[in-house]
């Protein structure tokens, strides 16, 4: 079985397999990154050939990566590292690099805890309010380091900082929340106006996150510059566990390149798909560009970069939630710079270095020069291919397979 990644859904008797869970209760077949695998082209090409870039509503990268908005992972100093590197780190606006001056001695609190204290010690450090002022000088550290400006508010939040920031200040401006719709009700506040939101900032809108074709169309449609596509597969996620929701990720990006395809077919605009979340190693990253992103968001593989503020450590963005946790601390370790990391030389053997050199590999092999002409690479439904013919990695732990 193939799973088709471009074009308008399809009917669904064509291409999906949906499962009886039940009298009367069906379920439709999806697929994470451990599910599938690419086909190699009939034409490869020298790595050497191959296009990294991309843009994202005007915005050039030369790897199509964005650092997740997350306090283990974004501050200014990474940020600006992996803008020099050819990607975009979006900092937090609602994190700790908003609510305190110097916000070293609480990540040494909340690193330094212990397991069973963590989220109340994450909780502590997040009651204090977040700061106009301090919004406005991390976005002025940024732009005086040179690197490209991206940062993240909620949704609830949105309008209040694009005023505060003003206009000409970012690059990009990623509204985000676990799940986001066009069609949001509150009694407590208005769903940002998107184009508004732009105008505001004179700068694109990148919002998320989302999992199906028809939240997606419908934020493209709503003003959207880019749609975040990932609903709980990050490591420190705890979000499909704790509410239950979610989509896997290949099937997730498919359904929202769909969405991106058929909004174009009916525009002339192409809302890229940024894929966040769940992606741990270069095999990852060319399934999710395959299946139809046009980059990709990371969380841990940049949180265990020696430039990431967690030094070593990782936790979720709802981690601190008064109410109702939805992520959680873990230890990634220090697995080295983070141009190592994105770009190698790998010193590890289970693909969770040099991960766009891996990218490049990948493509290279399915005859891709581009991500737009990866995003046609076959696709075939194959759960074995991790573990085919490994028992003697898995016997002694090598290879990623322990």
Request: hydrophobic share 40%.
């Amino acid at each position: 079985m193939s799973i088709r990644s471009q074009g308008p859904p399809p009917r669904q008797e064509e291409t999906e397999r949906v499962v009886e869970i039940g009298r009367g209760r069906t379920a439709r077949q999806t697929y994470g990154f451990d599910d599938v695998a690419l086909v190699p082209g009939a034409l490869t090409l020298d790595p050497e050939l191959v296009d990294l870039s991309c843009d994202l509503a005007g915005i050039h990268l030369e790897l199509p990566v964005l650092a997740s908005a997350m306090d283990a992972v974004v501050d200014v100093n990474s940020a600006a590292v992996l803008s020099e590197l050819g990607g975009l780190g979006v900092l937090h606006l609602e994190g700790l690099q908003c609510r305190y001056s110097d916000p070293a001695p609480v990540l040494d609190r909340i690193i330094s805890a212990p397991i069973e204290d963590a989220v109340t010690v994450s909780q502590e450090a997040y009651r204090e309010p977040i700061k106009d002022e301090l919004i406005v000088r991390r976005v002025e550290e940024l732009r005086d380091r040179g690197a490209k400006v991206a940062v993240s508010p909620t949704p609830m939040t949105a309008e209040h900082v694009a005023e505060v920031i003003g206009s000409g200040k970012l690059d990009a401006l990623v509204v985000e929340a676990t799940v986001t719709t066009a069609q949001h009700i509150s009694s407590r506040y208005e769903s940002p106006d998107l184009r508004r939101l732009a105008d505001m900032v004179q700068a694109p809108v990148f919002v998320g996150n989302c999992v199906s074709y028809q939240a997606a169309l419908e934020l493209m449609q709503a003003g959207a510059d880019a749609v975040l596509v990932g609903v709980g597969p990050g490591a420190a996620c705890t979000t499909r566990r704790v509410l239950g929701i979610g989509v896997p990720q290949v099937t997730a990006a498919a359904d929202c390149a769909a969405a991106r395809d058929d909004h174009f077919q009916e525009t002339g605009e192409r809302v890229p798909i940024i894929l966040n979340g769940g992606m741990r190693v270069g095999g990852d990253i060319a399934k999710a560009v395959a299946a139809g992103a046009d980059a990709v968001m990371i969380g841990s593989p940049l949180a265990a970069a020696e430039e990431a503020p967690g030094r070593g450590h990782h936790w979720g963005m709802s981690t601190s939630s008064a109410d109702l946790p939805r992520g959680t601390r873990i230890r990634v370790g220090v697995a080295g710079p983070m141009k190592q990391i994105l770009l190698g030389p790998a010193k590890r053997d289970d693909g969770t270095m040099n991960l766009f050199g891996a990218l490049r590999l990948s493509m290279a092999s399915c005859g891709a020069r581009t991500l737009l002409e990866m995003q046609k690479t076959e696709i075939v439904v194959a759960p074995a291919l991790p573990t085919e013919g490994k028992a003697v990695q898995r016997a002694q732990g090598v290879g990623g397979t322990q």
